[in-house]
């Protein structure tokens, strides 16, 4: 049976697959191209959401947790990871699982029973604790997914702050299922469901359920992952360290012994030990050196894999790659817990920047979303040469506008040269669905061109800026 999404409403539609509450019958896809991208179907909802968590924390004075500047750099973070993973990753990782689907499997599962339904919740959810936990507990796994933990601010707009390198290693964690016979198009279903349902606990403004519904609020608290959970798991306190994986079900993390329940007489302090200060789109992708000026930044991998060069013994090597991220040799495997320094009340990295300029980046980023939403929905029907194109528009969008959050000279001419490019995309290329879309599109775009001057000031004075601090630093 194939998915009749445009039977449904589709604001119910969006709402229950941010909740995993679609019904079994919409899992039961036989063909992959009758696969629908479900986690775009599930962002208007999610914005939703975002939007009423704002108005929450605003309300009840808890803005500490929410940033402008950082909900823009999470958007386009899982707008560029979703359009890398869409246009260039996703092939592979389709490749992989259907060859040990065809060769390796030991049973076949139907892929129309509730059976196999069950199965794919349980077995799905079980793979992305493992891969989740191992991200945590092994040193490379650690530089790919370090990216996520990287905002010092909890809201529903972390849940988008992904890594598009984890995908390099993530889809291996998968594989089970498709050894246990699991259809790759049910797969698909139930993995972007998980992901899906993971978007809505990243948030500090919903308090215990117990405390909301009382007895059935300890029961779900006991099953599945909730904010509460979820904020321990981004906390940098001690007793949040590499607790609570679950992205679906917490029974796994109080069954293998990683679950730590939140405390109330503790404020949570989040982001990572060794913070990034930055808001470039693509240094908290692949970069992480503590404390990091605009130039002195590591890549993460490349910096775990020099470590790992820097060790006298082979196996000191391989305990580098896969050990915990902070173990040093003559150490137990994940480190001295007593060398993790206390981060509690960590004072957070802010950028204060003009409103014109934080309207500006605001306005740019928003189209660069709502660019690659268009194409997800449409994604059955995008030309080869569109993806490219696509991703082209967001490499040149994440490049330019991180650097004009971190005030880097280069930004000052790749800026034009990216709205010139994105411009002529979208007037010669079926970019959007609709000529109004693509005349307001084109309208920020020529918009932005007049304003360039200005912002162009802004940024050379930045740059200047920080070439004098990086100065004093050195003398």
């Given at each position: 049976?194939?998915?009749?999404?445009?039977?449904?409403?589709?604001?119910?539609?969006?709402?229950?697959?941010?909740?995993?509450?679609?019904?079994?019958?919409?899992?039961?896809?036989?063909?992959?191209?009758?696969?629908?991208?479900?986690?775009?179907?599930?962002?208007?909802?999610?914005?939703?959401?975002?939007?009423?968590?704002?108005?929450?924390?605003?309300?009840?004075?808890?803005?500490?947790?929410?940033?402008?500047?950082?909900?823009?750099?999470?958007?386009?973070?899982?707008?560029?990871?979703?359009?890398?993973?869409?246009?260039?990753?996703?092939?592979?990782?389709?490749?992989?699982?259907?060859?040990?689907?065809?060769?390796?499997?030991?049973?076949?599962?139907?892929?129309?029973?509730?059976?196999?339904?069950?199965?794919?919740?349980?077995?799905?959810?079980?793979?992305?604790?493992?891969?989740?936990?191992?991200?945590?507990?092994?040193?490379?796994?650690?530089?790919?997914?370090?990216?996520?933990?990287?905002?010092?601010?909890?809201?529903?707009?972390?849940?988008?702050?992904?890594?598009?390198?984890?995908r390099i290693i993530k889809w291996v964690f998968y594989l089970p299922m498709a050894s246990l016979g699991l259809p790759l198009p049910v797969f698909l279903i139930h993995n972007q469901l998980g992901y899906a349902f993971g978007f809505w606990y990243h948030n500090d403004a919903c308090p215990k359920f117990h405390k909301i519904i009382p007895g059935i609020g300890h029961l779900i608290e006991f099953i599945l992952v909730t904010p509460s959970h979820h904020r321990v798991h981004h906390g940098v306190n001690p007793y949040c360290i590499d607790k609570n994986f679950g992205q679906l079900f917490i029974v796994w993390d109080r069954m293998f012994g990683t679950f730590a329940e939140e405390r109330e007489d503790e404020d949570i302090t989040y982001g990572t030990v060794s913070q990034i200060n930055s808001n470039h789109i693509f240094d908290i992708q692949v970069m992480n050196e503590p404390h990091a000026t605009t130039y002195t930044q590591v890549r993460p991998t490349i910096e775990v894999l020099q470590r790992a060069a820097s060790m006298p013994t082979f196996g000191d090597k391989l305990k580098a790659l896969f050990y915990g991220p902070g173990w040093a040799p003559g150490t137990p495997r994940f480190g001295n817990p007593e060398d993790i320094p206390d981060m509690r009340g960590r004072k957070r990295f802010e950028i204060h920047l003009p409103h014109w300029f934080t309207a500006y980046i605001f306005v740019n980023c928003s189209v660069l979303f709502y660019t690659y939403v268009q194409m997800g929905l449409r994604m059955k029907d995008v030309t080869l040469l569109e993806q490219r194109v696509n991703l082209a528009i967001h490499l040149l969008t994440c490049t330019s506008v991180g650097g004009l959050y971190d005030g880097r000279e280069y930004s000052v001419w790749l800026e034009p040269l990216r709205l010139l490019f994105y411009l002529v995309s979208v007037l010669a290329l079926p970019i959007f669905s609709t000529l109004q879309e693509t005349a307001v599109v084109a309208g920020v775009c020529l918009v932005s061109l007049l304003t360039w001057p200005r912002v162009s000031a802004i940024t050379l004075s930045r740059a200047a800026e920080a070439s004098a601090t990086a100065l004093k630093k050195v003398k």
């Open positions: 049976m194939n998915q009749t999404i445009s039977d449904d409403n589709f604001w119910v539609y969006s709402a229950r697959a941010n909740f995993y509450l679609l019904p079994p019958s919409d899992s039961y896809v036989k063909e992959l191209k009758d696969v629908s991208d479900i986690v775009v179907k599930a962002i208007p909802f999610m914005m939703v959401l975002a939007v009423v968590e704002w108005a929450i924390l605003t309300l009840t004075g808890k803005t500490r947790n929410w940033s402008l500047h950082d909900v823009i750099v999470n958007f386009c973070s899982a707008s560029l990871s979703q359009a890398i993973t869409s246009f260039f990753l996703r092939g592979i990782e389709y490749s992989a699982y259907l060859w040990v689907y065809s060769n390796l499997r030991i049973t076949t599962l139907p892929w129309d029973s509730i059976y196999t339904y069950l199965i794919a919740v349980v077995g799905v959810d079980f793979c992305s604790y493992l891969w989740h936990r191992i991200c945590h507990e092994v040193a490379l796994g650690w530089s790919f997914h370090s990216v996520h933990h990287s905002s010092e601010y909890l809201n529903m707009s972390g849940g988008y702050r992904v890594s598009w390198t984890i």
